[in-house]
């Protein structure tokens, strides 16, 4: 396999495990009772690291 072959197939595995991570994530984020921290214009999740903007 030439090296762009090995790039490509290199990319199309991190970009399947990437789209599993992302799921995994909301799925970890759908289930979360979330405890916020608040900071000056976010306020962040201590358990899962959701971030939200405090003004809407
Ligand atoms: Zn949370």
Redesign the pocket.
């Known amino acids: 396999m030439g090296r762009v072959q090995e790039i490509e197939h290199e990319i199309a595995l991190v970009s399947a495990r990437l789209q599993a991570l992302k799921q995994e994530l909301e799925t970890i ?1 759908k289930s ?4 916020f921290v608040k900071d000056d214009y976010i306020r962040i ?1 201590k ?2 690291d ?1 971030q939200e903007s405090i003004y809407y």
């Open positions: 984020r979360c009772d979330h405890e999740c358990k899962c959701l």
